[in-house]
């Protein structure tokens, strides 16, 4: 059977998508991938959805925009998409080891946690180095953890983590943070928080089986003078990276490896392909943006549908 | 919490998992981890479709901090796969299914 649209993702930008698709009598099918629901998932308040007077958590909200496309129609897969081929029509889609094809894709792949790229990260990855402080914070109770990044997000896992955790160290490899200055005061002001300056991770400590992380050694940015901080845990806060590996060679990518869309549509360089959310967003990455865009690339799968018939 | 999946506890998780003579799959999940909550409907289905060929339960590492901090979990959701009572293999984070089954199948 040929699908008239399939959604890679379940963020904010897929499910919206959804939606508007499923309302449309497209009959979408959305692959939720390994992250169901999105970016959001992890996260505990949001406080800037529209309509949500007194906040909403991250999983209640995506399981409501889940629901809602469910109840026009939507299918939704608990798979990841493994391969694309959307070098002709129709396109192919594989997930969950079966092969799919249809008529129109919806590209709303979002964007993962950037980690550092080390060995000694990966293999300390979960006994001690995370890249998610509310999934993980409760495990640090009065114990030493340190924040490597500068941002807003990283700010914000700091304060966070401060709940369970004796004292946090934000790593940070300038001499000034670059987050707002409401989190910044926040950060400055609290007891339990101090920055190591003009610092970078040159190494993590510790072993995968066992003990796990026992500490990082650190490299001054100014003097590259290394030291030895002990600490249980490090929290991964510099930024996300777009998640287009799947399209590598079959669409146009920007330098940073976003998918690129054309001026005021979700277009992308291949008829039929469409993009929406954080995956081709360079600049808001918001989740009410990342909707606004779902249903422009809804709308526009719809439009392109309708031109194939006529 | 699907019927076939066992809810572990301090009082249970010996009998269940560490004397069996299957394999076990072991879910540690919190209700406030919202990766968690994703995987749930994972580790319910392979539960389901290895009914009678293998163990499947999830400690809820608020209500068993112990069984946590005895396997060092310190990331969740976090799988642990035992087979005669040792741990065989450890999956972090968003898995497939695949994933898992892969590891259990081998077990079998
Ligand atoms: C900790 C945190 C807190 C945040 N707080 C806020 C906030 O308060 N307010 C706000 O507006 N924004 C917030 N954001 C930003 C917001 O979450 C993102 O802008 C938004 O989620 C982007 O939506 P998206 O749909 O583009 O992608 P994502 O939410 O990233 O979703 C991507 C989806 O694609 C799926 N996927 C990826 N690869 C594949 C594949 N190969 N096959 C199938 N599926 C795949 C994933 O499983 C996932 O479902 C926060 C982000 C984080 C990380």
């Known amino acids: 059977m040929e699908r008239k649209v399939i959604i890679i993702g379940s963020g904010p930008a897929g499910l919206t998508s959804a939606i508007y698709t499923a309302r449309a009598n497209l009959e979408p099918l959305v692959f939720e991938g390994l992250q169901p629901g999105g970016q959001l998932t992890i996260t505990t308040d949001v406080e800037n959805f529209p309509g949500f007077p007194e906040g909403v958590t991250g999983p209640e909200l995506m399981d409501l925009l889940r629901k809602q496309a469910q109840k026009f129609g939507a299918e939704t897969h608990f798979a990841n998409v493994e391969k694309v081929d959307i070098s002709q029509k129709p396109f192919k889609v594989w997930a969950g080891g079966e092969e799919y094809k249809t008529q129109s894709v919806i590209i709303a792949t979002g964007a993962s946690a950037r980690l550092l790229g080390m060995e000694s990260e990966s293999k300390l990855m979960g006994f001690g180095v995370s890249a998610c402080a509310t999934c993980d914070g409760f495990f640090y109770k009065d114990k030493k953890v340190l924040v490597v990044g500068g941002g807003d997000t990283a700010l914000e896992e700091a304060v966070y983590l401060t709940r369970f955790a004796s004292s946090v160290s934000i790593v940070h490899r300038r001499d000034e943070l670059r987050g707002s200055k409401i989190m910044q005061d926040r950060v400055m002001k609290h007891p339990k928080i101090d920055v190591l300056w003009n610092s970078v991770i040159d190494e993590f400590v510790g072993e995968s089986k066992g003990v796990g992380l026992t500490g990082v050694k650190l490299k001054n940015t100014k003097s590259g003078e290394i030291s030895t901080v002990e600490c249980d845990g490090v929290f991964i806060a510099i930024g996300h990276k777009p998640n287009s590996d799947l399209f590598t060679n079959q669409i146009k990518l920007d330098d940073m490896g976003y998918v690129k869309t054309q001026p005021d549509s979700s277009k992308t360089s291949v008829e039929g392909v469409f993009a929406s959310g954080d995956i081709q967003d360079t600049v808001y990455k918001q989740a009410v943006t990342a909707a606004g865009s779902g249903c422009m690339a809804a709308l526009d799968a719809e439009r392109y549908l309708e031109s194939l018939e006529s | ?108």
Request: glycine share 6%.
């Open chain 2, 1 to 108: 919490m699907g019927d076939f999946t066992k809810t572990l506890t301090d009082d249970n998780f010996e009998i269940e998992i560490l004397n069996s003579d299957k394999p076990a799959l072991v879910d540690f999940w919190a209700e406030w981890c919202g990766p968690c909550i994703a995987l749930g409907p994972t580790v319910d289905s392979i539960a389901e479709e290895y009914d009678g060929k293998a163990v499947v339960g999830k400690v809820n590492v608020d209500h068993h901090p112990t069984i946590a901090a005895k396997y060092s979990i310190r990331s969740i959701p976090s799988l642990l796969i035992f087979s005669n009572g040792k741990v065989e293999e450890q999956l972090i984070g968003a898995v497939s299914k695949e994933e898992i089954t892969s590891i259990i199948d081998r077990l079998l």
